[in-house]
């Protein structure tokens, strides 16, 4: 049985009608309990949720004298923990509520779409629409970093320009760890430069139209697509939304790694709905999956397919994008980069230094514990780090690290070191044996 008609009439005045306009905590919470059953998207919880949601308010939960803001924090907290919805949210905002209202979101049964204020067009501006960074890193990597996915009404021109500032990197890299979400239109157009074009995506079903509709990738794209560039996709437990979308997306088609962690879980879209007193409700309202299984990343986050510690997700990715491309075709550049990388990805290597010290000729190496130590003709003793490769890193801080030279050792067929080599960026090698 539907208890919800029965509590509601506890809570609003008698003679009130459905949409109340009389302000009063009872008629708020009365109105977003209302507006969940109709439009939540998932339609089998949604009068449960509204239903425990009157529950509480009838214990007086809600009641007393607190201020608008405690009220709105209240039944946030509230709505999430009865719906495991991290969406729903509830704020004091009676400029939004009046916008809403003007606009007639309280009783149509799809939200309108409002536009933006003045206020908004400014914030995404300053923000450079969620393009935070865009930078070439050394392989010809490309990093690109989201801040958020603003409205590509607004945002198509930055997210154009950054892609076209990409577009002759071998690897591309989405930095969106701190990146709350945003506009999927944005998520469609960037995802449509690494797949080809009317291609199926994801499905979405819409609660207030009850349709399902696919979307595709965009037909065209201004620039050129990059349908063999590797991508790598940094996540972390604060990437949520449509940042979720946006590695789930990528990551289903193939065509993206995940590096970092799990994200938030929450995949359930909407819109602010006007609840009265000033007070709006954000309702989910559809949700996306995959039309082949219906799995979505709601409650479960989207999975990484590597991973690691947020701080170093960067690093990870970066190493294994230069060694997916080293992979692809060998350049003496990238196999001097790729050891280096893991280095910062995943600090020293592990090696047995036993037998290594000694006099080479010019060379003195010498051991403190299970560390090495590099006297040369300079005169400065230089800390050695041992790199998964099996060379050791000369460390001279007055040289970019890229360009530091690097010792590898020669043993003979009973595992005695007879000499090392001296190797550099440009691919020298020289000889020194041991004395």
């Known amino acids: 049985m539907n208890t919800l008609p029965v509590l509601l009439a506890l809570l609003v005045p008698q003679g009130q009608d459905a949409a109340p306009s009389v302000p009063g905590t009872a008629v708020v919470v009365a109105e977003v309990a209302r507006q969940i059953e109709a439009r939540y998207v998932l339609v089998d919880e949604a009068p449960r949720i509204a239903e425990r949601l ?8 809600y009641g007393g004298s607190q201020a608008p803001e405690d009220l709105a924090v209240a039944l946030t907290r509230d709505l999430r923990a009865i719906s495991g919805d991290l969406h729903f949210a509830v704020e004091h905002d009676p400029e939004h509520a009046a916008r809403l209202l003007a606009a007639g979101a309280g009783t149509s049964a799809k ?31 490309a990093v690109i970093e989201l801040a958020a996915f603003d409205d590509l009404a607004v945002a198509q021109p930055t997210a154009a320009a950054a892609m076209a500032f990409v577009s002759h990197a071998d690897a591309v890299i989405f930095d969106i760890r701190g990146n709350p979400g945003g506009w999927g239109n944005t998520v469609g157009f960037l995802v449509s430069y690494f797949l080809p074009g009317d291609l199926e995506l994801t499905s979405m079903f819409d609660r207030e139209t009850g349709e399902t509709t696919v979307s595709r990738t965009l037909a065209s794209v201004p620039g050129q697509r990059m349908l063999d560039v590797p991508v790598f996709v ?64 709601e409650g479960s986050g989207v999975l990484p397919d590597i991973e690691t510690a947020v701080d170093r997700a960067l690093e990870t990715a970066h190493w294994r994008a230069v060694g997916a491309l080293d992979a692809k075709a060998t350049r003496q550049e990238l196999r001097w980069l790729v050891p280096l990388l893991e280095l910062t990805a995943k600090g020293p290597a592990e090696r047995d230094v036993t037998g290594f010290a ?78």
């Open 234 to 297: 940094l996540t972390s437990p604060f990437t949520g939304s449509a940042a979720e979308a946006f590695a789930f997306t990528l990551q289903l088609a193939g065509r993206a790694t995940i590096v970092g962690h799990r994200t938030v879980g929450a995949a359930q879209g909407g819109g602010w709905v006007p609840v009265g007193d000033g007070f709006v409700v954000f309702i989910p309202s559809f949700r996306s999956f995959d039309p082949k299984t219906g799995r979505s990343w």
């Open 54 to 61: 009157l529950e509480k308010a009838g214990t007086g939960a």
């Open 111 to 141: 939200l309108p779409d409002l536009g933006h204020t003045a206020e908004e067009l400014e914030r995404m501006r300053r923000a450079n629409c969620g393009f935070r960074r865009v930078e070439m890193l050394s392989g010809n990597v």
């Open 358 to 435: 000694g006099r080479y000729e010019g060379i003195e190496i010498s051991a403190v514990g299970s560390a090495l130590r590099f006297l040369g003709a300079s005169g400065v003793l230089r800390d050695m780090v041992p790199l998964s490769d099996g060379t050791f890193l000369i460390e001279d801080s007055s040289v970019p690290a890229m360009h530091q030279a690097r010792v590898r050792f020669l043993a003979d067929d009973r595992g005695k070191i007879t000499g090392l080599e001296l190797l550099t960026a440009e691919g020298d090698v020289i000889p020194r044996p041991r004395q």
